[in-house]
């Protein structure tokens, strides 16, 4: 098995004048869970385009299962599955049907077909809706039949774009439990997000793109020290976070920033001091984009 289930080197792509990837190296180990987190437009869904061999890069090289992804389309087709935010799903037929066609699509044969389907419907919890048409579904239960889609035929890796996107807050959990389940299978994943708490809970790794490039990589531990000491966060009366400024911590530092911001703001405004969040991290770096990469390596 290969150590990294995915290896980019030196990619770089572009539309027209626009340069959308400009130099990004990033390396994924087999058997873990990447987020890929950058601001719209930053090139999240070009990377994966061409890492599942839908756009060739300009100049670079990237593998995936250890073969190259324009020299090898075919194998790298093989060992992926692809799940975007707009997957082919038949919305006139059920979800039922929908994964029995993909099913026989995909070599099974009829009996072996009716097994998966049944199976998939059991983890996605559609078996109750497995006779509805599609185009019944709700948003959550429509992001589980595109996952069970995807995952007919069994792949070692698997990219997610925006998996979760548009979905509250009980179906994206149900969600996350299920790609934590993949990734407990030994499936590697790679995933967008413009959800940071969603890169936090899920990920091993997470990259930030901006600019063209990798602008940090490491665990969200390690993003979330680059920024370091405390956060101060101002709360209105509506309770809304007036504002965010990083602090050192210490009392002097805390005391001079108070005072500044005593004279910008109403008297009844509340404070806190807690430690940085990822979208923290993600301000602090998108907002410098393409200046140096921060490598928590
Ligand atoms: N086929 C194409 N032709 C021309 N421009 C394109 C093409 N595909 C993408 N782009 C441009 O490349 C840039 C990056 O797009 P991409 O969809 O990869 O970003 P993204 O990070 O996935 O954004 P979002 O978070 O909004 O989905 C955008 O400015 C987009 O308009």
């Known amino acids: 098995m290969n150590k990294h289930a995915i290896e980019v080197k030196g990619l770089r792509k572009r539309f027209g004048s626009q340069i959308v990837l400009d130099g990004i190296d990033l390396a994924v180990e087999t058997g873990t869970i990447f987020a890929l987190l950058g601001p719209n437009g930053a090139g999240k869904t070009t990377l994966i385009n061409i890492l599942s061999t839908l756009v060739a890069p300009d100049e670079g090289t990237a593998t995936v299962a250890g073969r190259d992804v324009v020299k090898e389309r075919d194998e790298v087709k093989r060992a992926i599955s692809l799940t975007g935010q707009f997957a082919a799903v038949d919305e006139a037929l059920t979800a039922e049907e929908n994964l029995n066609m993909i099913a026989r699509l995909s070599g099974f044969n009829s009996r072996e077909a009716r097994a998966r389907t049944a199976g998939l419907l059991k983890r996605f919890d559609l078996t109750a809706s497995a006779k509805k048409r ?4 709700s948003g959550g239960m429509r992001r589980r039949i595109d996952l069970a889609i995807s995952l007919v035929a069994e792949r070692p890796v698997l990219f997610l774009d925006e998996p979760t996107t548009g979905l509250d807050t009980l ?7 299920i790609i934590l389940d993949l990734k407990k ?8 997000t413009q959800y940071l708490e969603e890169a936090d809970q899920l990920a091993d790794r997470i990259a930030v793109i901006a600019g063209g490039r990798v602008v940090a990589n490491g665990t969200a531990g390690e993003l979330k020290a680059r920024v370091g000491g405390e956060v101060l966060e101002l709360i209105g009366g509506d309770d809304g976070v007036l504002r965010t400024v990083p602090t050192d911590g210490s009392i ?4 001079r920033t108070l005072s500044e911001l005593a004279l910008l703001y109403p008297q009844d405004t509340r404070v806190s001091i807690r430690k940085p969040s990822l979208d923290d991290v993600f301000v602090a ?12 390596r």
Do not use: C
Not at 134 to 137: D, Q, R, S
Not at 171 to 177: D, F, H, I, K, Q
Not at 185 to 192: V, W
């Open 134 to 137: 599609v185009k019944t579904y």
């Open 171 to 177: 179906s994206r959990r149900a969600l996350w439990e």
């Open 185 to 192: 299978q030994g499936i590697t994943i790679f995933l967008t």
């Open 252 to 255: 002097q530092d805390v005391r």
């Open 285 to 296: 770096l998108t907002t410098t984009a393409g200046s140096k990469e921060v490598s928590a």
